[in-house]
Nanobody, 119 residues
Framework: QVQLVESGGGLVQPGGSLRLSCVFS????????MGWYRQVPGKQRELVAD???????AHAESVKGRFTISRDNYKNTVDLQMNSLKPEDTAVYYC?????????????WGQGTQVTVSS
């Protein structure tokens, strides 16, 4: 069974930085595509950035140049470095693990970590 635990959220001033981390508990982390999503009340959860098992990354247009996703297949972690934060980045951030198709399993989600950008 896979468990995801996020950490690193908090309150930060506009222009500041935070680093979110997601720890993957389970086996075969290196085979999973990983992603960070965020959600604000009343809106759909949206993709922020993802990283494939091969290490290919993609970032939402709204965060390009400010956020960077990375993974460590030895530590079973996926991080999101967030710089130049804006008030509109305020949301609950979730980690997602997508298994390879041959696992025939559903994706896994973490419980979320709150990020608040405010002066």
């Amino acid at each position: 069974q896979v468990q995801l635990v996020e950490s690193g959220g908090g309150l930060v001033q506009p222009g500041g930085s935070l680093r979110l981390s997601c720890v993957f508990s389970g086996s075969a982390f290196s085979l999973y595509d990983m992603g960070w999503y965020r959600q604000v009340p009343g809106k759909q959860r949206e993709l922020v950035a993802d990283i494939s098992r091969e290490g290919n990354t993609a970032h939402a247009e709204s965060v390009k140049g400010r956020f960077t996703i990375s993974r460590d297949n030895y530590k079973n972690t996926v991080d999101l470095q967030m710089n130049s934060l804006k008030p509109e980045d305020t949301a609950v951030y979730y980690c997602k693990a997508d298994p390879p198709k041959w696992f025939n399993a559903n994706a896994y989600w973490g419980q979320g970590t709150q990020v608040t950008v405010s002066s």
